[in-house]
């Protein structure tokens, strides 16, 4: 899948319009100073806009795209591109590619026109989207025709390749239109360069793993350095390569598995070993093991806790995947019993928020990879003692500062959706994963398998928790991974 | 088939001893050179610094039994960092030496994904040790690896391709944990404890 850096221009300048407003425009500078601050490398596609003249109708910004083209800069261009001699004024100024909006919904005659005089190749239609309606004339006149009419248009003409933007995600930076692109995939063989709200990385591999992505605009988001060009071109090449994770989650009490709603009206739900087993039988790619009753005691190695040790030990002996722990991880001590007893990391919460320092030192003594930091998020606040009483520590800061501090991932759990079946948080999700380079473990909230895909997909989970929905047998970890490959999310 | 563990302080022993017995392995668990030296099948596992892991090699002498009993036609499992120690060098913290006992270098990862890597990722493999689980995936859990190793038998990509695993003769290694691998991984473990 190509990124393609997106350019809006306007008088000369680079600027951002949001929800396509001309008088929310922010100026970014020059073009060649804005290209050469992000460190865009020659070849690469540029997507510019002329905004003056998708509104007015005819060329106006062809001195910039002229002086693109002599960098070495594949230049597509669009706005007001409405007739054959606007089409052969862009390219006698060396433009590689044009974009047409208007003309593909509202001119069929002249797009066809346009394709034959100058190539398939050449000319790339755009669709404007909101709320599923085309918009055309800069995005303030809605259009009549239906997506599966202008796509059967596009594709009678072929034309293999077309621009789709959803006018409701452009520069809002929530993340791109995954349900549109979906559901144009099921509607036509043209392949689709997404645009409009774009805004991380996952985003972008995201997009790759829907299969009739060909490529992706990124403007904002790259202009606003949320996306660093060269991270997310690596990533993009092999967007399948590593498994995302299912993660069953026994939220332990005195040695027996419950399940509560928002952490309160605990219930029995069965015994850990069985569950253990047959969550790896299953598939779970790895457990999570969480001492619900832990942070109120002293310490997890107090007498109290031998039951949780315990747990952990006869878990650990009966499976074969890795073991993640926590509740009640007060000191290094702690951390060190519960490695002992068999888990392969540790997460720590209540006591890593009233002294961070905690993360550093087990870090410094058992290395990244066994530290998760586990975040319990309430109205975007962390909380402590297992969700119950808030703090006014940012849950985002919280999460970046614990990877500074050393954690090698991020247990993050919405209390205000825990147990409620309603979804994950994904706004919460984006919100940590656009910020983190380590990975984080959406919980809280599933109910149903696109929650699974949602958080993984927009949220930029690489890891997705459950303990009522498999405990309950609604779904197998199993469903969950056969759902989530015909998605194109890859699994083990 | 009776397989010698090296009980490595350095290392997660106990999982290792409980995946290799479930494989069918009669285990004998020893930090003895000379019972090392002698053995038929070892398993020279190791997690945390390869420095740590080499230094107690040396010290131990365990170095020269390994190697005895190599030449003595003995099969050897090195298992991530135990997997490292085979190679010739380690560029972690500095350059230190490896057994040598498969050629190439360790290296830290460097790119776009966070290190160390945590997780599972795909393997492709060829050879005995992976007949059966030729397209699978493992769990890992480094921040360096060998690339493009000479004797490589399999590879995974992880901020570009890498050695998952190699053989030379009847020395081999992977560079995740089988132990933590679920049914794939207990496949390879009881690929090798069947080699004769």
């Known amino acids: ?492 | 088939m009776n397989v010698t563990l090296i009980d490595s302080p350095v290392a997660n022993t106990a999982n290792i001893a409980r995946a290799l017995r479930a494989a069918g392995a009669t285990l004998e668990i020893t930090h003895d050179a000379d019972a090392i030296a002698r053995a038929s099948k070892l398993v020279l596992p190791g997690v945390g610094s390869f420095i740590a892991a080499r230094t107690w090699l040396a010290d131990t002498h365990i170095d020269n039994a390994i190697d005895a009993a190599v030449k003595n036609t003995a099969f050897l499992l090195g298992i991530c960092v135990g997997h490292q120690l085979l190679f010739d060098l380690s560029y972690e913290h500095g350059t230190t030496r490896g057994l040598g006992l498969v050629e190439g270098e360790v290296q830290r990862f460097d790119g776009p994904l966070p290190v160390p890597q945590i997780g599972w990722n795909r393997v492709r493999a060829g050879g005995p040790l992976f007949a059966g689980v030729e397209e699978e995936a493992f769990y890992f859990v480094n921040s360096y690896a060998a690339r493009a190793a000479r004797d490589e038998i399999a590879t995974a990509d992880y901020n570009g391709p890498f050695t998952a695993a190699v053989q030379r003769g009847r020395v081999f290694g992977v560079q995740f944990h089988p132990e933590k691998s679920s049914a794939a991984g207990l496949h390879v473990l009881r690929n090798f404890v069947a080699c004769n």
Request: net charge negative; proline share 3%; charged share 25%.
């Open chain 1, 1 to 492: 899948m190509q990124l393609i850096p997106s350019l809006d221009l306007l008088d000369g300048r680079v600027v951002r319009l949001t929800h396509g407003d001309f008088a929310s425009a922010r100026d970014y500078g020059e073009p060649e100073a804005v290209l050469d601050a992000l460190d865009v490398p020659r070849g690469t596609r540029l997507h510019v806009v002329d905004l003056e003249a998708s509104r007015s109708g005819r060329p106006i910004e062809t001195g910039i795209v002229e002086r693109l083209a002599k960098r070495d800069l594949v230049v597509q261009v669009g706005g007001g591109i409405r007739s054959l001699d606007d089409a052969r004024r862009w390219l006698d100024c060396g433009a590689e590619r044009l974009v047409v909006g208007t003309v593909a919904a509202t001119s069929p005659q002249l797009l066809a026109e346009l394709v034959e005089t100058f190539g398939t190749h050449r000319i790339v239609p755009a669709v404007d989207v909101r709320d599923g309606v085309i918009r055309t004339d800069g995005w303030e006149r809605s259009s009549s025709a239906s997506l599966r009419d202008v796509f059967a248009r596009i594709e009678t003409l072929g034309v293999g390749e077309a621009l789709v933007t959803d006018i409701s995600k452009d520069g809002a930076l929530r993340g791109p239109s995954f349900a549109l692109y979906r559901e144009l995939r099921a509607l036509t063989r043209v392949r689709i360069i997404a645009s409009g709200g774009v805004s991380t990385a996952s985003d972008v591999v995201s997009l790759a793993r829907l299969g009739n992505v060909s490529g992706c605009v990124i403007g904002k988001a790259l202009l606003e350095r949320r996306i660093d060009l060269a991270d997310a071109l690596a990533r993009v090449i092999t967007p399948n390569a590593i498994p995302e994770r299912i993660i069953p989650c026994l939220d332990v009490r005195d040695g027996r598995v419950v399940k509560g709603v928002a952490f309160t009206n605990i219930r029995d739900a069965g015994d850990p070993v069985e569950c253990a087993m047959r969550y790896e039988a299953e598939g779970a790619d790895e457990l999570v093991i969480l001492d619900i009753s832990a942070t109120d005691r002293a310490s997890a190695s107090d007498r109290a806790s031998t039951t949780s040790l315990d747990t952990v030990r006869r878990v650990a002996d009966s499976i074969f995947i890795p073991l993640t722990v926590g509740g009640g991880v007060r000191s290094v001590d702690d951390f060190r019993a519960l490695l002992r007893a068999g888990a392969d990391r540790v997460a720590v919460n209540t006591a890593a928020l009233r002294r961070p320092a905690l993360i550093e030192e087990c870090a410094t003594e058992f290395g990244v990879q066994a530290v998760v930091l586990s975040c319990d998020a309430a109205n975007g606040f962390a909380t402590v003692r297992s969700g119950k009483e808030q703090t006014t520590v940012d849950a985002v800061q919280w999460c970046a500062e614990g990877e500074r501090r050393g954690a090698g991932e991020i247990l993050l759990t919405s209390v205000d959706r825990d147990g409620t079946n309603r979804g994950f948080d994904v706004e919460l999700l984006r919100a940590v994963t656009a910020v983190l380079k380590i990975g984080v473990i959406a919980s809280g909230g599933a109910g149903t398998l696109e929650h699974f895909r949602d958080a993984v997909e927009s949220g930029g989970a690489r890891a997705v928790l459950a303990a009522s929905l498999f405990h309950d047998r609604v779904l197998s970890v199993g469903d969950v991974k056969r759902y989530l490959s015909a998605e194109g999310i890859p699994v083990r």
